[in-house]
């Protein structure tokens, strides 16, 4: 390994460590404070490992998939599911941070880096619409874990949850999107609120 490889692969390692400071809306299970987008990847890696033998993909694949899929927030920011935001402003804002970031590797790794990103955001392929059912999965359930979480800060009735998380979760595993379901359904039950 040349020494250019290898300080081209160290600062990009250590430009995003940046990932820890990104905080998005989710709390933790323990409501103890929000997490962050590193933290968010590394479970999200867990539940397809976890998950693994319930789906037909390349697992290896999607955990790659889901730990690269939010470095683009170092420069683009999280954007929440339940806020107002312009597809199109946001989509140029995560290109370019794609292209920034990755572009800091050697050559065939950025270009490998990217091309799962891509793959991830277009969610055409099975272990891609596995990877997004995943990331809207683990939100929905810290949500069902904290009272709510998101949920009642944003004012986010049932039909809203369902609408918002059932198509792409569903769209990636019919039997994950059943056991979430009844844990929305159950959550609103409980919750007493607005089921609308």
Do not use: C
């Not at 390994?1 to 290898?6: E, V």
């Not at 990847?41 to 390349?58: I, K, Q």
């Not at 470095?71 to 989509?91: N, Q, R, S």
């Not at 969610?123 to 874990?145: I, S, W």
């Amino acid at each position: 390994m040349s020494n250019d490889r290898m300080r081209e692969q160290l600062a990009f390692l250590a430009e995003i460590d940046a990932l820890k400071t990104i905080v998005r809306q989710s709390p933790l299970a323990n409501r103890s404070r929000r997490e962050n987008s590193a933290e968010h990847s590394w479970h999200l890696a867990m539940f397809a490992l976890v998950f693994a033998d319930d789906a037909t993909v390349d697992t290896a694949r999607v955990i790659q998939m889901l730990l690269v899929h939010d470095i683009v927030e170092i420069d683009a920011g999280d954007t929440p599911i339940h806020g107002e935001y312009d597809p199109k402003a946001v989509e140029a804002r995560e290109r370019a941070a794609a292209d920034r970031l990755f572009g800091i590797l050697p050559e065939d790794q950025a270009a490998n880096l990217l091309a799962l990103w891509q793959e991830f955001e277009a969610a055409q392929t099975p272990e891609a619409r596995f990877a997004k059912a995943l990331d809207r999965l683990q939100p929905l359930l810290l949500n069902t874990l904290t009272g709510g979480g998101t949920w009642a800060e944003n004012g986010v009735s049932e039909a809203d949850v369902l609408a918002r998380y059932g198509p792409t979760i569903e769209r990636g595993s019919t039997a994950l999107w059943r056991h979430a379901r009844t844990l929305v359904e159950r959550h609103f039950a409980d919750a007493g609120v607005d089921r609308g």
